[in-house]
Structure formats: C-alpha cells, structure tokens
C-alpha cells in the first residue's frame, strides 16, 4: 500500500481494516499479505538491527489474533529506499547514537506528512541522539506525553495505565511519547518500556509469560493504528 492520497482514502483504508479485525476468520480472502513493518536502518553507530526476533514475533502476534494477514517477516528500509513507501509502520531501536543527514530529515518528514508513522523504542541508550534528531525533524513540535485516553492504548487491547514497562533500565515508568500533526499520531516514542524486548524469543531475555504477553498487545495495538484505525 502506498502512502499519501486524500483523507477520504484514509478513513476507506480504515473502515476497510477495522472490519478486518472484528471480522471471522472466514473473511480469510480479505486478507492483506502485504502488510508488513519496516526496520529503519539508520546512520550514526547505533545498533538498529538490535532484537532480531522481535518484529517476526509481532507480526505473528498480529497473525493470530486479528484478521491481517502481515508478511511473515519486517523490511529492512533507509530513508533513502524506494520501500519506505510501502510500508506503513516504520520502526528504529537501538543502544546507540542515531544520526539523520538533512536529506533524511526532509524524507522522513514527507514520509510522516502523508500517513507514515514512525515507532521509536529505546534499547536503552538511544534516548539522548534520537531526541537530538527529532528536535532537527520538527523543530516547531516537541514531544508530548500521549494522554491514555489516546485510540493507541485502546484499539485492541485495554492499556490504561499506558505503555506497559518491560524491563527496568533506570526504574522509571515507562512513558509513551509522540507528536501529532493536524490530530494524528504520526511519531511514537517509548522510553523506559524497551517493548523490543518482550517481543523476541522467551529464551533471549527469560521475561515471563505475563510480560512478554503485555508487549505483544501493545505491539498488535500500534499495527492496528499504523494501518489507519483511530487516525
């Protein structure tokens, strides 16, 4: 699916995946084989390929318990890919620095501009480059904590408490950030939750069930808004 179009297109691609997810699975000749997510390698040092089993587990999470069927597997985009256009979920981690040339920022801000949204999960350590760089990206827009009423916590799964906290770094909350262009979400950032995590095989990190059980619903709730429901 390709970004951009006209809000009307929006609201169409919406009603057409909300029906999706309360639909029977009999509805399997709707599905959407070419969902999928895109793993931002960036510049800058950092380790943006970091968690490799989580985005295959999210979307078979997305599989299972909703009527989308995502490609088994994310892509692997820069901001310089034709791919980035196709995807709808664009998400960057990592432990390291982050670093966007002014060429990445225009792209990127293009690619937000007509539907793209972006998912920043902090590995921890990636926290002081990528709010350097978002400052560069929309100078005019600082990141605000996203109420817990927002559709981002609610749309599948119930998280009123917000982003649920997965591993400890610094024993802060989690917190879920963003930025909202005319309304819409476009930029979500998690910071002290390290989402990525509880989203890999239960042998890399030993979480328990519970909480990697909390990752997975938070990750199926940002698939359901990245894909236009709620916006």
Known sequence: MKLGGSASRRVGIAFVIASLLSAAPSLGAQEDAGVTIGRLHYDGGGDWYANP???????????ERTALQPATRERVVTLSSPALWDVPYLYMTGHGNVRFSDGDLVTLRRYLLQGGFL???????MDESFRREVARLFPDRPLVEVPLDHPIYHLVYAFPRGVPKIHEHDGQPAQG???????????????????????????????????????????????????????
């Open 119 to 125: 998912h920043a999960d902090d590995n921890y350590g």
């Open 177 to 231: 950030f963003g930025i909202f262009i005319d309304g819409r979400l476009v930029l979500f950032y998690t910071y002290q939750a390290d989402l990525g995590d509880g989203w890999e095989d239960p042998g890399v990190h030993r979480d328990p069930p519970e909480v990697r059980e909390a990752a997975l619903r938070m990750g199926v709730n940002l698939v359901a808004y990245a894909v236009g429901i709620g916006q």
């Open 53 to 63: 089993s989580s985005l295959p587990n999210l979307l078979t999470a997305v599989r």
